[in-house]
């Protein structure tokens, strides 16, 4: 009977403890860099993640984590790697790109949904 009950107990903690072991969210993120048409060579990039194309609330900030990721005009990166990426996979996000400190916008627009 002893058993019966340790082995439900061990059944019943390994079910609670099955959420902590989660898996992390990763997204990996490639793309060539212009800046005023022309290729830039070297530098840093850093990515920003939003619930909303103006304003709203920063969902992702990879801060200085890809510092020195652009190697002539090419960058790969892996947002979620150095801090937690956590997006709900039926949302819609937006997303702002910075470049040596200069913020980047494609056709007038601020930030690119995705």
Do not use: C, H
């Not at 340790?6 to 903690?13: D, G, K, Q, R, S």
């Amino acid at each position: 009977m002893t058993r019966k009950i340790t082995l439900a107990l061990f059944v019943f903690v390994l079910l609670i403890s099955t959420p902590a072991f989660a898996l992390k969210q990763l997204m990996s993120l490639q793309g060539k860099i212009t800046l005023n048409g022309a290729l830039v060579n070297n530098g840093n990039i850093s990515i920003t993640i939003w619930d909303s194309p103006t304003g709203g609330t920063l969902i992702y900030n990879s801060s200085n984590y890809f510092n020195y990721s652009i190697q002539n005009g090419f960058f790969e990166v892996m947002l979620g790697s150095e801090q937690d990426l956590t997006l709900n996979l039926s949302g819609t996000y937006y997303m702002d790109f910075q470049v040596n400190d200069v913020d980047l916008d494609k056709g007038g627009t601020e930030r690119l949904q995705f």
